[in-house]
């Protein structure tokens, strides 16, 4: 009985002119182009993915490569300093000139006065002038604008001033990366093979103190060290 149902069946197909074979190619063509389209979709995905990974590599190289010159670049710094004075003070807190709080890089004791030091880490040329709101960065194709680190080193300055008046207090910016300085050069702005020389040549005007154990405590007195005071520090950067 089946294999006449079946005979009929073909009887039918032949008679409405197609094949019971036509189903089974068209299906095998589906299958083979989806399977084309997938393997093709992973692919795109893999090569996106393997693009992604390294700019993320890359992105991350440069950060680190960073971070770890900037720690030696403030290490190096560190001795020198150390050569010159056993009074240092780093990344402190302290009420600003006009209010609010500031941090300070670096702050030293010399034998007339205190030097308030920040820090630039960077490489390429450093464009800008004294008086620039902004100076320039140029490394290979890359650029930046940032602050000029003289105008905001000096409100650091002040807020010292304000800590011991009758002391002089001077400003310096260390660019401690491999930067090239462009002319004219800004006096109080020099990289950091040029900071031993700097100090030992550095004079300040006259100062009548003659207690400089006492100036030292008192900076260090008024260093706002506790959690609360950084992180009314931070809400303050990230106000502003």
Known sequence: MIPRIATIASTIALASGSTVAEPLVAE???????????????????????????????????RLRHA???????????RILRRRSPDILEN?????AWGGLTKIDC????SGGILCIQTKHMSG?????????????????RQRRFLNPVIQNEGRARALRK??????VASLIVFTGPAQLTAPK??????????????????FGP???????????????AALTDEASRRDFHAQLSFS
């Open 28 to 62: 095998a063509g589906e299958m083979t182009t989806g399977a084309s389209l997938s393997l093709l979709s992973v692919t795109v995905i893999v090569v996106a993915f393997t693009i992604l990974g390294v700019l993320v590599l890359r992105g991350s190289a440069a």
């Open 68 to 78: 770890v010159g900037r720690a030696l670049g403030r290490r190096r710094m560190r």
């Open 107 to 110: 702050a030293v004791l010399t």
């Open 207 to 221: 100062s009548r103190v003659k207690d400089w154990d006492s100036v030292w405590l008192t900076v260090k007195s």
């Open 92 to 96: 402190f807190i302290i009420p600003g």
């Open 186 to 203: 800004v006096r109080n702005a020099i990289r950091l093979q040029d900071l031993d020389a700097y100090i030992g040549k550095f004079v």
């Open 125 to 141: 040329i450093v464009f800008g002038s004294e008086n620039e709101p902004q100076w320039r960065n140029v490394e290979g194709v």
């Open 163 to 168: 800590i011991v008046p009758d002391v002089p």
